[in-house]
């Protein structure tokens, strides 16, 4: 069982509509991070949560540390937020990734 | 411009040819670390490195080599490339009082 479990491995949307995508995780951590992938490739950080919630224009982070799950969600989706989101905690020296989720944002 | 660079950007070699993918930060950074992406696997970390002359394994070293000889450059070193090593390499950096980590651009390596 991988130790960062997130849902749904895929989600298609139409623009507009609210989403949620969720990770779950194993094990106690000191932070959560949430990253988007472009079709570029390229990573870029969004969120770093230790606890409680964050947001970020239409973009919203909660953790539940007791529950050992995170969710990001988007207000108002835009074909432009298709990528995909990775979460991943901080281990150690290392982040510990999910699988990533593939978001596509249809017009 | 804060930024992490990685060079080359994309590279088709083969088998047994040595290689190295080039990281740099300039953003003072004492942590650095490399990752390969791969289908269904996700992100895996290779090698990090708190600072200048401190390395150690992640989680797939087998075919890797790095050094950290300065601050800013973490070269990542393929002596006898492998077609398993096919795959997407990042580079990242972070300061080590946060925990934020930026990402390079990535690295798209085939090895026939």
């Known amino acids: 069982k991988n130790e960062v479990e997130q849902s749904p491995q895929n989600l298609t949307a139409q623009e507009g509509e609210f989403i949620t995508i969720n990770c779950s995780y194993s094990?106690?951590?000191?932070?959560l991070h949430w990253l988007q992938q472009h079709p570029g490739g390229g990573i870029v950080s969004l969120f770093m949560?230790?606890?409680g919630k964050k947001k970020h224009g239409r973009l919203i982070a909660t953790i539940n540390i007791q529950e050992k799950h995170s969710s990001l969600h988007i207000t108002a989706s835009h074909p432009r937020d298709s990528a995909v989101y990775i979460c991943?905690?901080?281990?150690?020296?290392?982040?510990?990734f999910g699988q990533g989720t593939r978001l596509t944002i249809n017009p | 411009e804060a930024q992490v660079t990685q060079n080359p950007r994309y590279l088709i070699t083969v088998t047994g040819k040595k290689l190295t993918v080039t990281c740099s930060q300039n953003?003072?950074?004492?942590?650095m670390s490399w990752y390969r992406q791969d289908p269904g696997l996700g992100l895996r970390q290779i090698y990090y490195?708190?600072?200048?002359?401190?390395?150690d394994k992640g989680d797939v070293p087998e075919g890797y080599k790095v050094s950290r000889k300065e601050k800013r450059n973490f070269p990542l070193i393929l002596e006898s490339p492998s077609p398993n090593q096919t795959s997407l390499y990042f580079c990242?950096?972070?300061?080590?009082?946060?925990?934020?980590?930026?990402f390079g651009p990535g690295t798209r390596l085939t090895v026939l």
């Open positions: 990242a950096s972070r300061l080590l009082s946060q925990y934020t980590q930026y």
């Open positions: 949560l230790s606890s």
């Open positions: 991943a905690f901080q281990g150690a020296q290392k982040l510990v």
């Open positions: 953003m003072n950074h004492e942590y």
């Open positions: 094990v106690g951590i000191s932070a």
């Open positions: 490195s708190m600072n200048v002359e401190v390395t």
